[in-house]
């Protein structure tokens, strides 16, 4: 893997902690609001995307959008690669994210995604499942978006891995459309990344900052597709469709990026 010089390495790491100092004053900040009983909804997600943009920065990640949020929609799901994608889609797209409830236990992160207002899941557990679909239902009606990973697990991001279905309810049961987001990953030169961003299998989150760090940075592609209206539909049907839309930016653009000797031309393919 190319890498950086040591000084651009101990450069970012600097940008990451002033970024990581900054996120744990804004959130001990909204805490404190929230703990006198002030509404801190719409200020925390407005500075939760300041903060994911500065962590951006920090970690050399170039995000192209396509696309933009769709103002009626108030569930976006995208394929999941790694935990840059918290950072790409929230620095672009205001809403509370749902994470597995293992992110709660990370290091200062765990403190942080709580502070952000995320919702934690316990996905082997349907009596959790329920409680959370009732929850996201909740924050939906009220007009919030929510912001999830419906593979429940993260791949390298050749192809996407089928949807879990079952937090599709919540949009369907208030009638919300659904917008899919696609996400991909690329080297500065073009060519899609399968080793730097991807964070699989038993990647230990210290090791894959570090490979980051000393990464020559990447480029992101983020995909925001047209919104799936949910009415008469199936929650089973909601997350096929979502899934093939989003599979289908992906797979179009491997194979458009590729010449016919097989070398890979870069940006290419649109939403």
Known sequence: MPTTSWT?????????????????????????A?????????????????????????LSLQVEVIGQ???????????????????VLGSCVEGRFLAKQEVRSWPMLGWLAGQAGTLFIDRQSNSSLSKMVTAVADEIACGRRV?????????????VMPFHSGLFEAAKSTQSSIQPAALEYFCKDGRRDLKVAPFVGKD????????????????????????????????RELATIANQRIAGIIRSNVILARTPTGKQRGFVGRA
């Open 69 to 87: 949020p769709h103002q009626i929609s108030r569930m976006v799901v995208a394929n999941h690669i790694s935990w840059l994608d918290i950072v």
């Open 204 to 235: 230990e989150f210290s090791t894959h900052l570090w490979r980051l760090l000393r990464g020559r940075g990447l480029r992101v592609r983020l995909s925001l597709l047209t919104a799936i209206p949910t009415k008469n539909s199936h929650r």
């Open 147 to 159: 912001l999830l990973f419906p593979e429940g697990t993260t791949s390298v991001g050749e192809q």
């Open 8 to 32: 651009e390495t101990l450069y970012r790491l600097c940008q990451l902690v002033l970024a990581l100092s900054w996120g744990i004053l804004a959130a001990s900040v909204l805490h404190l």
């Open 34 to 58: 929230e703990h006198m009983g002030w509404s801190v909804s719409t200020t925390r997600s407005r500075l939760m995307g300041i903060w994911f943009r500065h962590v951006a920065k920090a």
